[in-house]
């Protein structure tokens, strides 16, 4: 499964922007996708997971009721939807997948990409 992040960029805060993971295999459909990020001297840490059939998600804390994430398996694209930004939220953001996601924390994952730049200014 190949993954490819994109919609970073610069954003005042308060604002709003939309990334998008964009996942290609013969199988990628079949897969949880999440969204991890890194600030600079930070551990990369979870933000939010969608099952593979959108049905499920789970967020972390930090976002929930700022970040939506949504999934469309025709055009093997999962959207993270950020709003109300903070400069805390200023991040390396990969998107990453996984088989076997049953809810919850999705633990560790099988794939990822290689990140979207999200800054948020003060």
């Known amino acids: 499964v190949q993954l490819v992040e994109s919609g970073g960029g610069l954003v005042q805060a308060g604002g709003s922007l939309r990334l998008s993971c964009a996942a290609s295999?013969?199988?990628?459909?079949?897969?949880?996708i999440g969204w991890f990020r890194q600030a600079p001297g930070k551990e990369r840490e979870f933000v939010v997971v969608?099952?593979?059939?959108?049905?499920?998600?789970y967020y972390d804390d930090s976002v929930k009721g700022r970040f939506t994430i949504s999934r469309d398996n025709a055009k093997n694209t999962v959207h993270l939807q950020m709003n109300r930004l903070k400069p805390e939220d200023s991040a390396v953001y990969y998107c990453?997948?996984?088989?076997?996601?049953?809810?919850?924390?999705?633990?560790?994952?099988?794939?990822w990409g290689k990140g979207t730049q999200v800054t948020v200014s003060s």
């Open positions: 990453a997948a996984k088989k076997g996601y049953l809810g919850g924390h999705p633990g560790g994952m099988e794939y």
């Open positions: 295999g013969r199988t990628s459909s079949t897969y949880a």
């Open positions: 969608i099952s593979y059939l959108g049905g499920t998600s």
